[in-house]
């Protein structure tokens, strides 16, 4: 694929101070001592250094030798790599201003003492470990910004990136740092196209209404069909009617953001329609930056649940080879699903439902003050689990607090988890499971649950698990089934599990798909990142 950082539009500005860069810091003639000037360069190091523990540990164990600023080749190819990346960082949606590209060329031009040149040197060595860092996993720091992202971003060591690139050739080191995923590169080609078309005035005007239906005629027509034309959706025509071929054309973008494919222009599909190519844009950027959170190894097989998608799937060496739609959950506080990666390790099958605490105190106990033979289907237990006569117990004299009991769902059709769930341990107390409620699957927008993932095909999503370790997955798992029993099936192979949050996505044919920011993540990122100085640009072209 061809690089992005590397097309004109990423060099175009700043190849002509590329060879001043390389060349900046000039060799020095001054008729002084050379020791002098060696010491003169180191203490500057040193201090300019004694900000960052890491930067000063690294020159302390190299006896404050340069990095960037002497005259050999290796030291002008290091300096002309830096300065190319950082004055193209906005490829990648990066801050380009934290970087101050024009600024750190200044300061390398108007290095003319050996004391300028320990100060630049450090300076140009804080720039690099800024950009590597953001590069590599990220701008910002997700729990920050919300604090159900949870995810554990994978940082690199610091003083590493140092003694790897001083050892490595400096353009491939640079480039090689962002997410090495097709994902990655797909968005950054969305980029790239959103920013061309964004130059030439996006999908045009609007369509000023909040539905229409097959059939419809008239202007309202006439400017869904101009929309769908310049989406890429429709072939040029001058119909005025909202005929098949425009039903065809709504289906298939509604399928492309996750709605019910009807081919009617609901309130729903016409809201999506008439996003602006800006809020597109800055859904990918969004997105570039969530990759670079997730920029580790993800397991040849491994689980990924998409919470926006409403989706769950089964990823076998990038390929996808089961999915599911989901219900995540609900939009309120308390009940939001986290973002978060970690490792599934058995499946239970008749899983019995131990009522979490907040649910029993916030739902279950009020209804138990009306009427203690409220929620009857779920059993009341004491501390060693044992069933409590209800009968004995006036629920009116406990608080949230105070209440001394739990409740406990046993094995069952109804019950709230169905009849197989799915465990990766973790202190969120989230998993994935089975439920009763299956006309939910039918929705648009499926948040609705406490904050665990159900699945709409959990049998045949426990098929595709067990299957690599049973020439019979589905007779293994109908006979444990057909006990009644609660029945733990741990995994020969343990799977990583990723849990994220995509409002942009691409699928295996390359093209991105757009989902609606659920909980309002999204915007709180887009929010800090234009905080730290990402732009939206128009690129002409």
């Known amino acids: 694929m061809k690089d992005v950082s590397h097309t004109p539009r990423a060099t175009s500005g700043i190849a002509a101070f590329l060879g001043a860069a390389a060349t900046a810091v000039v060799l020095f003639t001054v008729p002084a001592p050379v020791f002098a000037q060696v010491t003169a360069f180191k203490q500057a190091v040193a201090?300019?250094?004694?900000?960052?523990?890491?930067?000063?540990?690294?020159?302390?164990?190299?006896?404050?030798?340069?990095?960037?600023?002497?005259?050999?080749?290796?030291?002008?190819?290091?300096?002309?790599?830096?300065?190319?990346?950082?004055?193209?960082?906005?490829?990648?949606?990066?801050?380009?201003?934290?970087?101050?590209?024009?600024?750190?060329?200044?300061?390398?031009?108007?290095?003319?003492t050996p004391r300028d040149r320990g100060l630049a040197e450090v300076e140009m060595t804080k720039v690099f470990l800024q950009y590597a860092r953001?590069?590599?996993?990220?701008?910002?720091?997700?729990?920050?910004?919300?604090?159900?992202?949870?995810?554990?971003?994978?940082?690199?060591?610091?003083?590493?990136?140092?003694?790897?690139?001083?050892?490595?050739?400096?353009?491939?080191?640079?480039?090689?740092?962002?997410?090495?995923?097709?994902?990655?590169?797909?968005?950054?080609?969305?980029?790239?196209?959103?920013?061309?078309?964004?130059?030439?005035?996006?999908?045009?005007?609007?369509?000023?209404?909040?539905?229409?239906?097959?059939?419809?005629?008239?202007?309202?027509?006439?400017?869904?069909?101009?929309?769908?034309?310049?989406?890429?959706?429709?072939?040029?025509?001058?119909?005025?009617?909202?005929?098949?071929?425009?039903?065809?054309?709504?289906?298939?973008?509604?399928?492309?953001?996750?709605?019910?494919?009807?081919?009617?222009?609901?309130?729903?599909?016409?809201?999506?329609?008439?996003?602006?190519?800006?809020?597109?844009?800055?859904?990918?950027?969004?997105?570039?930056?969530?990759?670079?959170?997730?920029?580790?190894?993800?397991?040849?097989?491994?689980?990924?649940?998409?919470?926006?998608?409403?989706?769950?799937?089964?990823?076998?060496?990038?390929?996808?080879?089961?999915?599911?739609?989901?219900?995540?959950?609900?939009?309120?506080?308390?009940?939001?699903?986290?973002?978060?990666?970690?490792?599934m390790e058995y499946i239970v099958i008749n899983p019995t439902w131990t009522v979490p605490r907040s649910i029993v105190t916030k739902e279950y106990l009020p209804a138990l003050q009306r009427n203690a033979g409220a929620v009857g289907h779920i059993d009341v237990i004491d501390g060693s689990g044992r069933i409590v006569n209800r009968g004995s117990v006036n629920f009116s004299r406990y608080t949230a607090r105070t209440f001394p009991f739990g409740m406990r769902q046993r094995p069952s059709a109804s019950n709230a988890l169905g009849l197989v769930k799915f465990i990766f341990p973790n202190k969120y107390n989230i998993y994935l499971h089975d439920t009763p409620s299956k006309s939910l699957f039918a929705r648009d927008v499926r948040a609705f649950s406490h904050g665990c993932v159900r699945l709409a095909d959990p049998f045949d999503f426990a098929y595709t698990l067990l299957a690599a370790q049973t020439s019979d997955p589905v007779g293994f798992f109908k006979a444990q089934l057909a006990t009644g029993r609660e029945t733990f099936v741990h995994l020969d192979v343990e799977l990583p599990v990723h849990i994220i949050y995509r409002t942009a996505f691409t699928t295996p044919r390359g093209h991105t798909q757009y989902r609606d920011d659920i909980y309002g993540r999204d915007a709180k990122i887009w929010d800090a990142l234009s905080k730290a100085g990402v732009a939206l640009g128009a690129v002409q072209g």
């Not at 597109?280 to 959170?293: D, N, P, T, Y």
Request: proline fraction near 4%; avoid cysteine; hydrophobic fraction near 40%.
């Open 134 to 343: 953001d590069l590599q996993t990220g701008v910002l720091i997700p729990s920050r910004i919300d604090s159900s992202m949870v995810r554990e971003v994978p940082y690199r060591d610091r003083k590493g990136y140092l003694a790897d690139f001083t050892k490595a050739d400096p353009m491939p080191f640079l480039r090689n740092l962002r997410p090495r995923t097709m994902e990655y590169n797909a968005l950054m080609r969305e980029k790239l196209a959103m920013e061309k078309l964004m130059a030439k005035g996006g999908w045009g005007a609007s369509v000023p209404t909040s539905s229409l239906k097959p059939g419809a005629q008239g202007n309202l027509v006439v400017a869904l069909r101009n929309r769908l034309i310049a989406m890429g959706y429709l072939k040029r025509s001058n119909a005025m009617t909202y005929d098949k071929a425009m039903q065809e054309a709504v289906r298939e973008f509604q399928v492309d953001h996750g709605l019910n494919g009807d081919g009617v222009a609901g309130a729903g599909t016409m809201s999506e329609i008439n996003k602006s190519v800006e809020t597109r844009l800055k859904s990918v950027i969004v997105a570039m930056e969530r990759e670079r959170w997730l920029n580790k190894e993800r397991g040849a097989r491994h689980v990924l649940v998409n919470i926006p998608a409403f989706t769950a799937a089964i990823i076998d060496d990038g390929r996808v080879t089961f999915e599911t739609r989901s219900v995540v959950g609900a939009r309120e506080d308390g009940r939001y699903t986290p973002e978060f990666s970690d490792t």
């Open 47 to 112: 201090e300019a250094a004694s900000r960052d523990e890491d930067i000063a540990a690294y020159y302390r164990t190299h006896d404050y030798e340069p990095v960037w600023t002497e005259g050999s080749d290796t030291h002008r190819a290091r300096r002309a790599a830096l300065m190319a990346a950082i004055a193209s960082a906005d490829a990648h949606g990066l801050p380009v201003a934290r970087y101050d590209p024009s600024g750190l060329m200044e300061t390398l031009k108007n290095a003319k």
